[in-house]
């Protein structure tokens, strides 16, 4: 099992910008990926962004060259900064792990995100 702990949300303005962190305990080495996504109301759960143990990252393409992810195997975390940020923005961001020798998809319980025109 793996456990996913988020935070970093917030209220901010549109331009503005937030750091969003998410820190991984339990069985933390049998997870390749981390991401992040995020479901605003109305709306299904989105990719954010994901990146695997040893490679590079993938991005949606409504957030290229404004979010940036990278983690922190060290540490077990995974960080999502976000610039730029638009009131479209706005919803649950969730973290995410995957582990493929379980195989199995962890959640965090989601932080909020919402950014005011």
């Known amino acids: 099992q793996v456990q996913l702990v988020e935070s970093g949300g917030g209220l901010v303005q549109a331009g503005g910008s937030l750091r969003l962190s998410c820190a991984a305990s339990?069985?933390?080495?049998?997870?390749?990926?981390m991401g992040w996504y995020r479901q605003a109301p109305g709306k299904q759960r989105e990719l954010v962004a994901f990146?695997?143990?040893?490679?590079?990252?993938t991005y949606a393409d409504s957030v290229k060259g404004r979010f940036s992810i990278w983690r922190d195997n060290a540490k077990n975390t995974v960080y999502l900064q976000m610039n730029s940020l638009k009131p479209e923005d706005t919803a649950v961001y969730y973290c995410?792990?995957?582990?493929?020798?379980?195989?199995?998809?962890?959640w965090g319980r989601g932080t909020q995100v919402t950014v005011s025109s």
């Open positions: 339990g069985s933390i080495l049998t997870i390749n990926t």
């Open positions: 990146i695997p143990r040893r490679s590079s990252p």
């Open positions: 995410n792990a995957y582990s493929a020798s379980a195989p199995a998809n962890y």
